[in-house]
């Protein structure tokens, strides 16, 4: 039997913040980086997973994977559904490291990023991408995988695995169809608040050339600005693209609601993170008052207990799962459960780095297997920093391709974590001597 | 100018599980542990500040801290409460570090950490308790140290200010009532779940000698036991001593209402916890099910905006605000004006290494100047640990009284530093040994 041999953890950052790639109403200035793990197992191929920062801190987030070493290293390697729930169980039910959140933030962020390593662990193994490997399971196999504790006033097993079941049928077709055709995807990478008019409008234009039919600007920075850039962008990809637009936080309610009415007229398909990612009855009144306007979140959402909120309070018309943010693919599953249940349409939050390349697994496995639609889905994509990735995220036409190597494709290139390893990496250390 | 010459961060741990101490539904054999920091001026006093553990992971919240230093190391030392208020800001304001919470869990409680080791200091230099300094202030000065983002739909600064005008008189009289009679506290030392029924008793009855009129039972774990331990304690302190039940998070949210009810019989006070600190919605499906038992949470709430939704929803009937886990002297007043905005009573959670200490003086400051009353509002009180501080919580006949000490009484003695410093303090290095 093969066992997990040892758990290593590496600090790597990207000097993105020079090109102001990233930059939004509340990030001004992100070093795109990576609290990057590597699952050592005995013998077999290792796993890889990762959790995102935006810079300051990835040694904390480093700090805290290192701390769930002890509850990994010397275990049986995962292979099956049931492997990856009993460890997942076990690091979420750890008593002493549950008061660091519970369930949130820099400590859940280190959970999930060894819960992913794990499966990419087991699915290397099982010769599987993980939206494979996830389309496989059983109905029951997919239901033991949730912690459904906090759940089940919105959810229970039964209606999990009720959902399930219904959506059996065609899945083989279903499976086809993202082999053939990839799954929706929409541009953010024009968007960015740090871009020149001309700069964003370019890139709009060659985004609906490249076959997407749905961009997203950033906003939130000034209103003369965004009326302004929003405009533009409608004018550029005409009247039938959708233009999404993302606030990254930065609104109270009032000034969320206000914001969006003056946007109203350029037809903003959503309007994306409009105030904290805590605030669910904010975001119900903020939906209640900008509908026709779509409201979406979750990037920054921190646990299926508030993602349950929100669809319990018909305060989101989007979900916005994140790969990275939540206590890995359990979790996820439990929240693509949630918005089968409500009827809320999953578009993932990706971009930053490596979060293209896992969360495009999971909503191929929600197409599969959960939802059994794209009607009004579509998974982020910015084009960026992807080819440090061993099997990187494609869009072409506008979709995602379906990833066919084994695993969670997770992991960085050996050549990338020498040279932006921080802070002693050479990029960094050339970046120094300037 | 002094100047802060520098920032230290000691991962001091107790090994409280070899007595069960602090035991409950949800931490089995919690190690009580700080991540303490000592912010060092380079002349006149230092500052102190910590974050509680519960063992694991102090070292990640001990990282967190030290990734704050460069935001605070070469300061002026904070005087003033715009100095405070800049601090907290600042703080709270980078955008990279941003990304790892925002504003909850490990991040967020390192940043707390340091934010009340500036109070500490500034109210040092000043000659002050934090509960007077605090107190001396004027509405204005109050409504600075605020961060309104997010709280404007429920709070304004001018409402703030309001509530804060009307509290001025009679602020002397309270302050001098305070001096003499020191403020409420109730016991929590019965109750812990892993004592014995003898044991529970006993202390029980001991607590309503030493004064308390209300103790507090953890549940949780089984119903019967529940029913036996709240029926025994029932009878041994009589019906007019109040008796609240901890459930720490055990409870979905169907299950804390059918717990609750087999509990009503004995006259439960509040429940506090009775389901995921997250959960606003279903804390309010919990009240609304088991008034005229009250709800109460608060220690795990993470920040202003939970506490925010919780008192919109009238989801709670008591606020439990712990001065540790949020940001700080600052968002804790945020917290207490939310609280005053909606008429629901303050009961601080305390325990745990110092919490006792420091959340004196915010209760006080409450009374003093945002409430106005003790009336239904009560401290924790757990009697260990006490001893490793330098200005210790007192509690006479039930009430915590007035600290006169400068400062917020978060300084552990030397010599514990020394013995207890986690691994290689003696009495780690000791029980290693054994």
């Given at each position: 039997?093969?066992?997990?041999?040892?758990?290593?953890?590496?600090?790597?950052?990207?000097?993105t913040s020079r090109e102001l790639d990233g930059s939004d109403a509340m990030n001004p200035d992100p070093d795109y980086s990576a609290a990057y793990v590597v699952l050592r197992a005995d013998r077999g191929p290792d796993g890889y997973g990762l959790a995102f920062t935006i810079g300051r801190g990835n040694d904390v987030q480093a700090a805290a994977i290192r701390a769930?070493?002890?509850?990994?290293?010397?275990?049986?390697?995962?292979?099956?559904?049931?492997?990856?729930?009993?460890?997942?169980?076990?690091?979420?039910?750890?008593?002493?490291?549950?008061?660091?959140?519970?369930?949130?933030?820099?400590?859940?962020?280190?959970?999930?990023?060894?819960?992913?390593?794990?499966w990419d662990l087991a699915a290397r193994r099982a010769g599987l991408p993980v939206w494979r490997f996830l389309s496989a399971l059983t109905p029951d196999e997919v239901v033991d995988l949730v912690d459904f504790r906090y759940l089940s006033d919105a959810l229970t097993p039964d209606e999990a695995l009720a959902l399930l079941r219904e959506a059996e049928p065609g899945k083989g077709e279903r499976t086809a169809a993202l082999v053939r055709d990839g799954y929706p995807a929409y541009a953010t990478s024009p968007g960015w608040l740090g871009y020149s008019d001309d700069k964003m409008a370019e890139l709009a234009r060659r985004a609906v050339a490249d076959g997407f039919d749905m961009i997203k600007l950033k906003v939130g920075g000034s209103l003369a600005d965004d009326v302004r850039r929003l405009r533009l962008a409608r004018e550029v990809v005409g009247p039938d693209v959708r233009i999404a637009v993302d606030a990254n936080q930065r609104w109270d309610v009032g000034a969320a609601v206000a914001w969006v009415r003056e946007l109203?007229?350029?037809?903003?398909?959503?309007?994306?993170?409009?105030?904290?990612?805590?605030?669910?009855?904010?975001?119900?009144?903020?939906?209640?008052?900008?509908?026709p306007v779509k409201v979406a979140t979750g990037e920054h959402v921190q646990n299926?207990?508030?993602?349950?909120?929100?669809?319990?309070?018909?305060?989101?018309?989007?979900?916005?799962?994140?790969?990275?943010?939540v206590g890995g693919v359990n979790e996820n599953v439990a929240i693509l459960l949630l918005a089968a249940k409500f009827g809320v349409p999953v578009c993932p939050h990706a971009g930053g780095v490596?979060?293209?390349?896992?969360?495009?697994?999971?909503a191929m496995f929600d197409f599969v297997a959960v939802s059994g639609t794209t009607e009004d889905r579509a998974v982020e994509w910015v084009d960026h920093l992807h080819e440090h990735f061993t099997d990187p995220a494609e869009v072409r036409?506008?979709?995602?391709r379906a990833p066919t190597e084994p695993g969670f494709s997770a992991r960085v290139k050996d050549r990338t974590l020498a040279d932006f390893r921080y802070p002693d990496g050479p990029v960094w250390t050339n970046l120094e001597a300037r």
């Amino acid at each position: 039997m093969a066992r997990v041999a040892g758990l290593d953890v590496l600090d790597v950052r990207f000097p993105t913040s020079r090109e102001l790639d990233g930059s939004d109403a509340m990030n001004p200035d992100p070093d795109y980086s990576a609290a990057y793990v590597v699952l050592r197992a005995d013998r077999g191929p290792d796993g890889y997973g990762l959790a995102f920062t935006i810079g300051r801190g990835n040694d904390v987030q480093a700090a805290a994977i290192r701390a769930l070493a002890p509850l990994v290293v010397g275990r049986p390697v995962p292979e099956t559904a049931r492997d990856l729930a009993a460890l997942y169980r076990d690091l979420v039910g750890d008593s002493q490291l549950r008061w660091l959140g519970p369930e949130k933030g820099v400590a859940h962020m280190a959970l999930g990023a060894v819960v992913n390593a794990a499966w990419d662990l087991a699915a290397r193994r099982a010769g599987l991408p993980v939206w494979r490997f996830l389309s496989a399971l059983t109905p029951d196999e997919v239901v033991d995988l949730v912690d459904f504790r906090y759940l089940s006033d919105a959810l229970t097993p039964d209606e999990a695995l009720a959902l399930l079941r219904e959506a059996e049928p065609g899945k083989g077709e279903r499976t086809a169809a993202l082999v053939r055709d990839g799954y929706p995807a929409y541009a953010t990478s024009p968007g960015w608040l740090g871009y020149s008019d001309d700069k964003m409008a370019e890139l709009a234009r060659r985004a609906v050339a490249d076959g997407f039919d749905m961009i997203k600007l950033k906003v939130g920075g000034s209103l003369a600005d965004d009326v302004r850039r929003l405009r533009l962008a409608r004018e550029v990809v005409g009247p039938d693209v959708r233009i999404a637009v993302d606030a990254n936080q930065r609104w109270d309610v009032g000034a969320a609601v206000a914001w969006v009415r003056e946007l109203a007229p350029f037809d903003p398909y959503w309007v994306e993170e409009p105030t904290s990612p805590d605030d669910v009855l904010g975001h119900r009144a903020i939906a209640r008052a900008v509908r026709p306007v779509k409201v979406a979140t979750g990037e920054h959402v921190q646990n299926r207990v508030v993602f349950k909120q929100l669809l319990q309070a018909d305060a989101v018309d989007v979900v916005q799962i994140d790969a990275c943010r939540v206590g890995g693919v359990n979790e996820n599953v439990a929240i693509l459960l949630l918005a089968a249940k409500f009827g809320v349409p999953v578009c993932p939050h990706a971009g930053g780095v490596g979060l293209c390349e896992l969360v495009r697994h999971l909503a191929m496995f929600d197409f599969v297997a959960v939802s059994g639609t794209t009607e009004d889905r579509a998974v982020e994509w910015v084009d960026h920093l992807h080819e440090h990735f061993t099997d990187p995220a494609e869009v072409r036409a506008g979709r995602y391709r379906a990833p066919t190597e084994p695993g969670f494709s997770a992991r960085v290139k050996d050549r990338t974590l020498a040279d932006f390893r921080y802070p002693d990496g050479p990029v960094w250390t050339n970046l120094e001597a300037r």
